[in-house]
């Protein structure tokens, strides 16, 4: 079982579900309004739990009822939130998505509590990272404090993964960190400057962020699968064929996946991979973030395989 520290962002998703979109000084009334646990962070901690990966979340919530209800519904995941801090000046994170009829979104994200992430925070949970096998980050939450635990976790001999979003400029310091970096296509192509667009854009990709010193390359490609450069090879492997009802958390899915099957001396990368882009084509198939993500049982009954 993979032990897994998850640095990253807890937020509230409030939908508005409207007719129309309003204009700028307009009122509308919202038909529906729900509420739900997200934040990258949270909901890759909660694919690789739910893997069968042991997860250490750190992260930074307001010391409020939103702060509590996202911490529980980590708890519920039977992920150990004892590196949760509660920050007393700002309020939780919340991304706010207004829904139109046609399936349109807009959002507003308030980082809140997550900006606050420091690199005091991290040095405080040495033990974690020293319990952990791997590291996974994502850009929600400060690069200062994500550069602080990857060297903390190369001090003890830990692989990094970053997953570089939401699409921002990137500390290339950073990258020299991280052991395996995995971003979508637009979020490849806004780091490196080349436009992800054909084979030959990928490895130009790749070799980039390996120049800075990242190992290992995933660029998540949608319905096209992914794109790998590891060892000298370089290959695409094709998407699960299925039919999509809502792709949230399809990333976020993959990664937490990745994390929870990879071997640490990563010599099952392609399977871990394989496992990786199943569990995210299961996500597509339910509406949700969070409450669509498989768990390993889901997966191995309904591809048929063991997943070693
Ligand atoms: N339409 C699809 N059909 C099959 N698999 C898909 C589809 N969309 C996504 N996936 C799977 O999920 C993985 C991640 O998807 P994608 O590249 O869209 O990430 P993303 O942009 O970070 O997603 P999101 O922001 O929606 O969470 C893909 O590599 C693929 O394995």
Do not use: C
Request: hydrophobic share 40%.
């Amino acid at each position: 079982m993979n032990r897994i520290t998850v640095v990253g962002s807890l937020n509230i998703d409030t939908t508005l579900q409207v007719n129309s979109f309003p204009l700028p000084g307009e009122t509308v009334k919202a038909l529906n309004k729900s509420s739900t646990a997200g934040g990258k962070g949270a909901n890759q901690a909660v694919a690789a739990a739910r893997s069968g990966a042991k997860v250490y979340f750190i992260g930074k919530v307001g010391d409020d009822q939103q702060g509590k209800f996202l911490i529980e519904a980590l708890k519920e995941e039977k992920i150990d939130v004892s590196s949760i801090k509660l920050e007393k000046r700002i309020g939780t994170g919340t991304a706010n998505i207004i829904l139109d009829k046609n399936g349109q979104n807009s959002i507003v994200v308030y980082g809140g509590a997550n900006g606050h992430l420091d690199s005091l925070d991290i040095n405080q949970e040495e033990n974690k990272i020293i319990n952990s096998d791997f590291i996974i980050a994502q850009f929600e939450t400060p690069q200062k404090a994500t550069k602080e635990v990857f060297k903390l976790a190369h001090k003890y001999g830990k692989k990094t993964i970053l997953n570089p979003a939401p699409a921002n400029r990137i500390d290339t310091e950073l990258l020299g960190l991280t052991d395996i970096i995995i971003p979508n296509e637009f979020e490849s192509s806004e780091i490196t400057g080349i436009k992800v667009k054909d084979f030959k854009s990928m490895q130009e990709n790749s070799r980039k962020f390996h120049n800075f010193g990242v190992k290992a390359t995933i660029i998540t490609l949608g319905n096209k699968g992914v794109f790998y450069s590891f060892n000298d090879e370089e290959k695409v492997v094709p998407a699960e064929k299925v039919s999509v009802i809502d792709t949230t958390a399809a990333g976020d899915t993959f990664i937490g996946a990745f994390g929870a099957k990879l071997n640490l001396t990563m010599n099952n990368f392609t399977s871990a991979i394989d496992y990786a882009q199943k569990a995210s084509a299961l996500t597509i198939q339910r509406l949700g973030a969070q409450v669509s993500i498989p768990t390993l049982l889901e997966i191995k009954n309904k591809f048929k395989e063991n997943f070693k």
